[in-house]
């Protein structure tokens, strides 16, 4: 089981009254497309969504793009640099207390970059695609991130990615040499980064505390699928216990380590089953049952979440609960947009489109 090093003792962070950031951000949320926005698009044709999508709060990248690029690459390639933009400017306009947690939440956007790097080099993809396929929304520029894709192997990119120590990643190393897969990389990154923000939200104050519940909630969503996808796959229960998050929180800890211990699907569902969205997931289980993907289940699960970021920003609209509403909610816009995308150039049915869309 991967080991983190333990973390210095550090104070709590003070978090101020700063409307000036939290107003900001209400208008910044306010700019995102709902649930009508979404169904209009569906019935669009793609030149029509490149239409309205320029004449929406994407114009400036799409312009800018426009003259090196266009179809599905110039909207794909501008719904990423709109998101950096939008995460940056979170940045510039917070306090420094409001900034340490958004660059902390902002490091998520990091560890997907340095995977998309390392599947890229993994399966020898042209590196102009993989460029344009790196978001750069973290605290790692695109500039550094474009210096790991020039390295000569995967081992160099992990020495090298200044986020995560290469200690940490030697057995994930060991284990793409033997079984020539990243999937025990790519978790010990997933790892890393969520016991670092939820060692970073133990630094909040009270008014903090929504932010660590969403935090909580998120890391449980992640262990279920995983356990869902390992079960199926049927590794050993020892190596699954290995590919789960710890939260921090004992109690939830032993429930979910005690899961990876069913004997299978069918007694993994039961237990699954008694906790808060046991509904949404026993309907979830029945269609990977069915279909073998889990992707009904975990739209249904991060609809939740949304659904979640959303109550805290109507309930404490002038706290760092809206921050956290909003880059959750920005993030699954650029998702979103990105599956329309590419649905509609593939000339994919809506009714199945929209099945993989999250929104309210």
Do not use: C, W
């Not at 505390?209 to 449980?220: Q, T, W």
């Not at 380590?257 to 569902?269: H, K, Q, V, Y």
């Not at 979103?336 to 593939?346: C, E, S």
């Amino acid at each position: 089981m991967l080991k983190l090093k333990e973390p210095l003792k550090q104070e709590k962070i003070k978090l101020g009254f700063y409307p000036y950031t939290y107003v900001r951000t209400v208008v910044m949320r306010a700019l995102l497309f709902r649930r009508d926005d979404y169904h209009k698009m569906l019935k669009m044709g793609f030149s029509e969504i490149a239409k309205f999508l320029q004449e929406s709060h994407y114009r400036k990248e799409i312009n800018e793009l426009a003259t090196h690029y266009s179809g599905a690459d110039l909207l794909e390639l501008a719904l990423t640099r709109n998101l950096a933009a939008s995460f940056k400017k979170l940045m510039r306009i917070s306090s420094y207390e409001i900034g340490l947690l958004v660059r902390e939440y902002a490091k998520r956007k990091d560890i997907e970059d340095i995977k998309t790097i390392l599947r890229g080099k993994f399966t020898n993809t042209d590196d102009k695609l993989i460029i344009n396929s790196i978001t750069a929304a973290g605290t790692l520029s695109y500039a550094f991130l474009a210096s790991l894709l020039k390295k000569g192997s995967i081992e160099e990119i992990l020495k090298g990615n200044s986020l995560v120590d290469f200690s940490l990643l030697k057995g994930g190393l060991k284990d793409l040499n033997e079984k020539k897969n990243l999937i025990s990389i790519e978790n010990a990154l997933d790892r890393h980064y969520y016991a670092s923000l939820i060692q970073f939200s133990d630094r909040l104050p009270k008014e903090g505390a929504l932010f660590r519940d969403f935090l909580l909630k998120e890391v449980e969503i992640l262990n279920i699928l995983t356990l869902l996808r390992l079960k199926k796959a049927k590794f050993d229960k020892a190596a699954i216990k290995d590919f789960i998050i710890m939260s921090g929180n004992k109690a939830k800890d032993s429930k979910m380590i005690g899961m990876a211990d069913a004997d299978d699907l069918d007694e993994l569902s039961k237990s699954l089953a008694k906790i808060e969205y046991g509904l949404i997931i026993a309907k979830g289980i029945e269609e990977f049952k069915k279909n073998n993907s889990l992707i009904a289940l975990e739209t249904e699960l991060y609809k939740y979440l949304l659904r979640q970021s959303i109550l805290f920003m109507h309930q404490h609209p002038l706290s760092v609960d809206v921050i956290l509403g909003y880059m959750f909610a920005k993030d699954i816009e650029a998702r979103n947009l990105k599956i329309i995308v590419k649905g509609k150039q593939l000339g994919l049915k809506e009714d199945f489109i929209e099945s993989q869309l999250i929104f309210e």
